[in-house]
């Protein structure tokens, strides 16, 4: 058995070839009123499939859909929801990409299947293990530039949490098993895991496999916190900045530890030897059947090309941990 | 009343005119020579020397026609960087980030010749304008140097040799903007380290720009960043970066951010004076400059004088206002 690959968020929309421009040009004439909606969403979908693609060509195990038609990790709830209007651009966390904070200005309602088409489109398009993904309750609660609904923190988290739910559920009708929830607020702002760890009892299911990713900061302040969250796994980057986690990984006794050690923020390559380490180390704590190798966050930081030799070397040093060769 | 009191300015870039923005396309795909492209750049600068001096603003910029990306621009000039893949920053905007490939030198200065062709065209000040250590580092990736701080510390060596030059070329204001002060507040340090390096010497006024990200995170500690003037966005965040002031005292000059510059509508004059008279209550008015949030570049040439109207005219009316009060 080799150690399990894959990535976490967003795929790069575009290559830096003009070949590989084909949703930025739609995106201008879209703005400009040159071609429909329905055209504009063909294009989304064949970016969303050379991205799976990609990614399955790489040799990852479980893909996500690429995020090809999110502005940002909050957009795709904030532009369906009742009851959130998007705000001002913002910084995402440390950087230099921007989003529009969500602006709470009545009552948060959904009807769940905010991302059922493009789960059931990358559905039909992957070959592999395909995950979903949803952005998470405190991240989008913390981001928010103003609350005219809810009278707390608290409130606005629960809120969001049983809207997630509903999506969760949608997404599960539609047939999806696995769903990431990105929420890098919970090591952002570790002082509220407890009312994290309330929001995320809402959507607890023991026919899911929920992952909670984190990313960008360490998980050192709540690693022992994570190992009780009512989820199947827990993500964790472990190169953004220094961390204990390795030597701690063993506060998972039960979970599975997704390990971003492909770093999706920088472009130096790592190489397969040095992956395999990070691996190895990990090994020591976490049985293999437990262990997930991954990017740190979306590759979407990263140039196209770069994002997918980060994937390649990745997958060579899963396989490399097992003394298995990569097929050509 | 000082005609100093109230000095207004802009962030640095401008909206560029639709000749421009088609040649820049054109040269990218190797359609126009460097020699054509630098004639309407000039041609642009002019203009808006122009314009800037008919809206009636104090301290003026060359615009920045000559450059797209704030880091990339002096990444293309500096050795030991090399220009990355693109890259999203929002929506369907993409940039080419830079790659810190190498030990970094400075061949020849990169902003000189710009400034003193805008600073020929007029007889009102013109800032020299620079990319602060620290966001350079921030915003490209480091492959070469073995920590972010050693990368920000020689990037420090060559934004000083500009402020250098810069100050010999006759610029009284050389602004080293920071918007990425506050990417991660834990290394606050770092930054002001570095620009101790840039401003040590130099008898210019020093700005800094700090503009997208949480403030809160590195005030006050960022009141000791060696600049005479820190230069903020405010009106996008309802001016709510005041409130910090309540208990730690704002100690420099402020340019203070009256008009949002990612919103297409223009703030009126009562709106934007408004933001001045709040500044007020923290800042005098010879240590406060009204001026838009943020570089105008993302904005029409139309919207850019708008916008720009609204901070002179807003200006005007506390400036009356402040006549009125006995000294």
Request: hydrophobic share 40%; charged share 25%.
């Amino acid at each position: 058995m080799t150690i399990k690959t894959t990535v976490i968020g967003a795929y790069p929309k575009i290559g830096d070839g003009l070949e590989a421009q084909e949703l930025r040009r739609a995106l201008h004439r879209h703005d400009r009123g040159e071609i429909t909606d329905a055209e504009l969403t063909k294009v989304f979908d064949e970016v969303t499939r050379a991205a799976i693609g990609e990614i399955e060509a790489a040799g990852i195990d479980v893909t996500n859909d690429g995020q090809i038609r999110w502005d940002d990790l909050l957009s795709p709830f904030a532009r369906a929801w009742a009851g959130i209007t998007p705000g001002p651009l913002e910084r995402f966390y440390d950087n230099n990409t921007y989003f529009r904070q969500p602006v709470i200005d009545g009552r948060i309602v959904t009807d769940g299947r905010s991302l059922v088409r493009d789960y059931t489109f990358a559905a039909g398009v992957a070959k592999t293990k395909l995950k979903a993904a949803v952005p998470g309750p405190m991240t989008f609660a913390t981001l928010a530039a103003r609350d005219d609904q809810y009278g707390s923190l608290e409130e606005r988290v629960l809120a969001i949490a049983d809207a997630t739910a509903r999506e969760i559920a949608g997404l599960k009708a539609a047939g999806a098993t696995t769903i990431d929830i990105e929420d890098p607020a919970i090591v952002a702002s570790p002082k509220h895991i407890e009312l994290a760890r309330e929001a995320y009892a809402r959507f607890a299911d023991p026919d899911l496999d929920i992952e909670l990713v984190t990313y960008f900061f360490p998980a050192d302040p709540v690693l022992e916190s994570l190992a009780s969250f009512p989820v199947a796994a827990i993500g964790i980057d472990v190169r953004s900045r220094d961390t204990t986690a390795f030597d701690r990984l063993d506060a998972f006794r039960t979970h599975s530890v997704v390990l971003g050690v492909v770093d999706a923020r920088n472009t130096r390559l790592e190489t397969a030897d040095e992956v395999a380490r990070y691996a190895e180390r990990a090994l020591k704590l976490v049985p293999q059947e437990r262990l997930v190798l991954a990017t740190t966050t979306s590759l979407e930081y990263l140039p196209r090309d770069v994002a997918r030799a980060k994937l390649t070397a990745l997958v060579e040093g899963a396989r490399l941990v097992t003394g298995e060769k990569v097929l050509a | 009343m000082s005609d100093n009191l109230l000095l207004t300015t802009t962030v640095g870039s401008f909206g560029k005119p639709e000749y421009l923005t088609k040649a820049r396309g054109q040269a990218a795909r190797g359609k126009l020579g460097a020699t054509e492209l630098e004639e309407l750049e000039r041609k642009a600068t002019a203009e808006w020397i122009r314009r800037q001096e008919d809206i009636g603003l104090d301290i003026l910029v060359d615009g920045e026609m000559y450059r797209g990306d704030m880091v990339a621009y002096f990444a293309e000039r500096l050795e030991g960087f090399k220009i990355g893949g693109l890259v999203r920053s929002y929506g369907n905007r993409y940039y080419h980030k830079p790659v810190i490939a190498g030990k970094l030198a400075r061949p020849k200065s990169m902003t000189v010749g710009w400034f003193e062709y805008a600073q020929s065209l007029t007889s009102k000040p013109v800032k020299g304008m620079l990319t602060g250590p620290y966001t350079l580092l921030d915003w490209s990736y480091n492959e070469a140097y073995p920590t972010r701080r050693d990368a920000v510390l020689a990037l420090a060596e060559i934004v000083r040799d500009e402020a250098r030059d810069l100050e010999r070329a006759g610029a009284k204001y050389i602004q080293i903007d920071e918007p990425a002060i506050h990417a991660r507040p834990e290394e606050i340090y770092i930054a002001i380290e570095a620009m101790g390096i840039v401003t040590a010497g130099l008898s210019a006024k020093t700005i800094s720009h700090i503009c997208y990200g949480d403030f809160a995170a590195i005030y006050p500690q960022v009141l000791d960043l060696p600049v005479d003037q820190l230069d903020l966005a405010m009106a996008n965040y309802g001016y709510r970066w005041l409130d910090l002031f309540e208990r730690n005292p704002f100690t420099k000059e402020l340019a203070i951010g009256i008009v949002d510059v990612h919103a297409h509508t223009t703030e009126t004059v009562d709106e934007a004076a408004e933001g001045i008279r709040k500044g007020l209550r923290y800042v005098p008015a010879a240590k406060l400059w009204p001026h838009p949030d943020c570089g105008l570049k993302t904005r029409t040439v139309e919207e850019c004088v708008e916008k720009c109207t609204a901070v002179v005219e807003a200006t005007k009316v506390v400036r009356k206002e402040l006549a009125k009060v006995p000294a």
